[in-house]
């Protein structure tokens, strides 16, 4: 069974950090391309930053310089690493992945997550 199980969301102070995991079974996720993407209540889901089979990443302008993605073949696992947390920043995050050599920002990918919360709040 393929499975993308998200983790590490949670409440968090403006300027705040947290760390996403997104753990994959039942494939391995280095031969995908992966993406995170973000919903918050009353939006549709954004693109916020993803990795590609090389490695390569792309960051949505309202994530850069904030926002790391990363692979760890070992682990089969990708994680989003949030610095300098915004309120708008809240929503349920999700990771996908396709079979896909780059990567992108749209939603056209094959496997998803159940999603985990991340609230920035004081």
């Known amino acids: 069974q393929l499975q993308l199980v998200e983790s590490g969301g949670g409440l968090v102070q403006p300027g705040g950090s947290l760390r996403l995991s997104c753990e994959a079974s039942?494939?391995?996720?280095?031969?995908?391309?992966v993406g995170w993407f973000r919903q918050a209540p009353g939006k549709e889901r954004e693109g916020v930053s993803c990795i590609a089979v090389s490695g390569n990443t792309n960051h949505a302008d309202s994530v850069k310089g904030r926002f790391t993605i990363s692979r760890d073949k070992a682990r089969n696992a990708v994680y989003l690493q949030m610095n300098s947390l915004k309120p708008e920043d809240t929503g349920t995050y999700y990771c996908?992945?396709?079979?896909?050599?780059?990567?992108?920002?749209?939603?056209?990918?094959?496997?998803w997550g159940q999603g985990t919360q991340v609230t920035v709040s004081s």
């Open positions: 996908a992945a396709v079979v896909q050599v780059t990567c992108n920002l749209n939603s056209n990918y094959r496997y």
């Open positions: 039942g494939f391995t996720l280095g031969y995908y391309a």
